[in-house]
């Protein structure tokens, strides 16, 4: 047998125990950097050996790269380029990229973003014209870079194993919100802020040690929400996107979050902007009232004899605020506002956990504590995730 087929033939043997591997593991693909568009990424693999196949399905190995080789990727038409200079090495309709060990880190750079990551990269075109970026990786690899995204570096263990907890429950739920994109979920806050894969060893213990656990009321998956800081009180699910959700409802929190750096701020206001809030027909510019909600935020706007029922979630965005939990006065011209916490508020706050934890409360008093009636298991609808 030549020395080139016995090659081959000891890749496919490892590739064979690599997927048995992995068959045992949870994967999930994630969509990467659509919101910039890339055209091209530069790819780095510096402590493994990548192997290039031709499509996911009966993929087709047509190339193999030492370690520490990084190389471009480049979008030609509809075809996928690989470079390396301004050599075309290889050229693709779907690019497998899959390193040569379990979990294997590797970069992706170019002029606007850079990002580590772990797992395989799937790389194709988009319909609009861009690269789409695929990034196959175990779920709590993925959920390592999750937490880290969204709740930052903190020291709180229990806190990041709140948080990793509403984390994974969200991905379970909603994986198959960009299925006929080609993957499950996305790396915005659409679905979860996924920046790099995390290196923070309280991040990655605090996922593994929870490993599969989930948060459930009544045998479902929860809708497990969560806002940087809810400025004393968690929001109503009803009065913020008029939803009834029995375990989304207000908290008294101010004990826990009071002293973070969000709890309180204050802002000016031009009234042109607080005009926004106020129908254009509309003849008089200086009566506006609200009626708070049961958390404090604005629920029913008043203006002249009319009343106009409007969500927290509109107030927020339409005037740009960190939160709408707000108490305003109008002086010569403009709305001084004073504010309480950071995003709609809703579920679990995550300064308040910070605020619990180290007080000594477990992740599972934290999780109870701002989703009412739920209790933590474990499911098993991902196992057949394809």
Same mark, same amino acid.
């Given at each position: ?96 990229? *899959?390193?040569?060990? %379990?979990? &294997?880190? @590797?970069?992706? $750079? ?7 990551? +772990? ?80 290196? *923070?060893?309280?991040? %990655?213990? &605090?996922? @593994?040690?929870? $490993? ?7 045998? +479902? ?166």
């Amino acid at each position: 047998m030549k020395i080139k087929q016995i090659y081959f033939v000891v890749v496919y043997f490892i590739l064979f125990i690599l997927f048995s591997l992995h068959a045992h593991g949870r994967e999930v693909k994630i969509g990467l950097w659509s919101d910039i568009e890339p055209k091209s990424v530069r790819y780095h693999s510096e402590k493994h050996e990548v192997w290039l196949f031709e499509g996911t399905q009966n993929a087709q190995l047509k190339k193999t790269l030492h370690k520490d080789t990084p190389f471009s990727i480049k979008l030609s038409g509809k075809k996928i380029e690989l470079y390396q200079g301004s050599d075309v090495l290889e050229t693709f309709d779907t690019l497998y990229i *899959y390193p040569n060990a %379990i979990h &294997a880190d @590797f970069t992706l $750079k170019n002029p606007y973003r850079t990002g580590n990551y +772990k797992g395989k990269l799937i790389c194709y075109a988009h319909t609009n014209g861009y690269l789409t970026l695929v990034n196959e990786i175990d779920i709590e690899w993925y959920l390592c870079g999750v937490v880290e995204s969204e709740i930052g570096r903190i020291k709180q263990t229990e806190a990041l194993k709140a948080q990793t907890l509403c984390a994974r429950t969200y991905v379970i739920r909603g994986y198959k919100r960009h299925l006929q994109e080609g993957f499950h979920l996305c790396d915005q806050q659409h679905c979860q802020a996924y920046k790099s894969v995390s290196t *923070y060893k309280p991040v %990655i213990d &605090a996922v @593994f040690a929870t $490993k599969g656990e989930v948060i459930m009321y009544q045998g +479902k998956l929860i809708d497990a929400l969560f806002s940087a800081c809810c400025g004393g009180v968690t929001a109503d699910a009803q009065e913020v996107w008029n939803k009834d959700i029995p375990y989304l409802k207000p908290v008294l929190d101010g004990k826990y979050c009071q002293g973070s750096k969000n709890f309180k701020w204050s802002i000016c206001l031009p009234y042109s902007e607080w005009r926004k809030l106020i129908p254009a027909e509309d003849s008089i510019p200086s009566i506006l009232y609200y009626i708070p909600d049961q958390s404090g935020r604005p629920h029913k706007i008043l203006y002249r004899n009319t009343e106009s029922i409007m969500n927290d979630n509109t107030v927020r965005t339409q005037l740009r605020l960190r939160s709408a939990k707000i108490k305003y006065t109008i002086q010569n011209g403009s709305v001084w506002i004073e504010g309480y916490g950071f995003g709609h508020g809703v579920g679990l706050c995550q300064e308040g956990a910070i605020g619990m934890a180290k007080q000594g409360f477990t992740y599972q008093n934290i999780v109870k504590y701002y989703y009412k009636d739920v209790i933590l298991g474990y499911d098993t609808e991902m196992d057949t995730v394809e």
